[in-house]
C-alpha cells in the first residue's frame, strides 16, 4: 500500500511539473513580470480607396467610359471589366487624365514638388483649371500600423487605412506643381504680384481650403499673369 502511494505522488509530481511548464512556455516572464502573449496580426480595417465602389470614368485618351475607382494608399487606378470579371492597373501615362462622369472629379498624372522637396510624379485631383494657372488637390491614405497590447489592460489594434488631410498645389504657366499651405506661400510664388493676392484674397475673405475659393482664386491668378 505505501509503494502504491509513493506512485501516486510521484505521478502527481509529474504532471504538476508538465502543467506548471507548458504554462511558463505560454506566458513569457521578462524581469519578473508576465506578459500576455502576442497576438495573431488581423487584416487591416479601414479602405485604401477615396470611394470603395467602382464609378464610371472616361480616360482622357480614349472615347470609351470604363468604371475605374482611386487607390489614394498605392496612387494607382483600378479598372474593372464586369464582363470578363478582371481588375487591371491602369499605366502611367503623360498628359492622360481619368474624369468621373458622375461626380466631375478630375485626376491629371503631375510631377510636383511636396513641402519636403520630394519630387513625385503621381496623380492629382484637379480644382481649377485656367491655361496658365491649375491649381490640384492632392488626396492620400496612409496605412496606421497595428499596435500589439503590452499588458493585460491593454487590447489589440489592427492596422487601419486612414485617410490625411488633402494637399494642395498649384502649377504656373505649365511648370511642375509645387505645394502651399497658406496666403503667404501662395504670394511668394508670384513676387511681383504678392501684394496684390495678398489683398484680393483678404478682400474676398477667401479660404484656401475650400475648393469653390480656390477656384475663385484660379480665375483671378490667371488674369493676372
Same mark, same amino acid.
Given at each position: 500500500? /505505501?509503494?502504491?502511494?509513493? =506512485?501516486?505522488? !510521484? !505521478?502527481a509530481i509529474v504532471l504538476t511539473t508538465g502543467l506548471a511548464s507548458a504554462q *511558463?512556455?505560454?506566458?513569457?516572464v521578462h524581469s519578473g513580470q508576465i506578459y500576455v502573449m502576442k497576438e495573431k496580426s488581423q487584416p487591416a480595417t479601414g479602405s485604401m480607396f477615396i470611394n470603395e465602389k467602382y464609378m464610371p470614368a472616361r480616360?482622357? &485618351?480614349? #472615347?470609351k467610359t470604363v468604371? %475605374?475607382? +482611386?487607390?489614394?494608399?498605392?496612387?494607382k487606378f483600378e479598372i474593372s471589366n464586369p464582363l470578363d470579371g478582371t481588375n487591371t492597373i491602369l499605366p502611367l501615362q503623360k498628359d492622360v487624365s481619368v474624369n468621373f462622369t458622375s461626380t466631375g472629379d478630375t485626376y491629371v498624372l503631375q510631377q510636383y514638388k511636396t513641402d519636403d522637396d520630394e519630387i513625385i510624379n503621381g496623380y492629382l485631383n484637379l480644382v481649377s483649371d485656367k491655361p496658365n *494657372? /491649375? =491649381?490640384?488637390?492632392? $488626396?492620400?491614405i496612409y496605412?496606421?500600423? $497595428?499596435?500589439?497590447? %503590452?499588458?493585460?489592460y491593454q487590447t489589440y @489594434?489592427? !492596422? &487601419? +487605412? @486612414? /485617410?490625411? &488631410? #488633402? $494637399?494642395?498645389? =498649384?502649377?504656373?504657366k505649365g511648370q511642375d506643381a509645387v +505645394?502651399?499651405?497658406s496666403k503667404k506661400d501662395l504670394a511668394k510664388l508670384i513676387p511681383a504680384k504678392s501684394k496684390e493676392i495678398l489683398s484680393f484674397i483678404k478682400k474676398n475673405k477667401l479660404d484656401l481650403d475650400k475648393e469653390a475659393d480656390l477656384e475663385q482664386l484660379g480665375n483671378y491668378l490667371d488674369g493676372i499673369l
Open positions: 500500500m /505505501k509503494n502504491l502511494n509513493l =506512485i501516486f505522488t !510521484a !505521478a *511558463v512556455q505560454q506566458t513569457p480616360l482622357s &485618351n480614349s #472615347d468604371l %475605374a475607382r +482611386y487607390n489614394a494608399y498605392s496612387d *494657372v /491649375k =491649381i490640384f488637390k492632392r $488626396e492620400r496605412l496606421q500600423p $497595428e499596435v500589439f497590447p %503590452a499588458s493585460s @489594434k489592427p !492596422a &487601419n +487605412y @486612414k /485617410k490625411v &488631410n #488633402d $494637399e494642395f498645389y =498649384i502649377s504656373l +505645394y502651399f499651405s
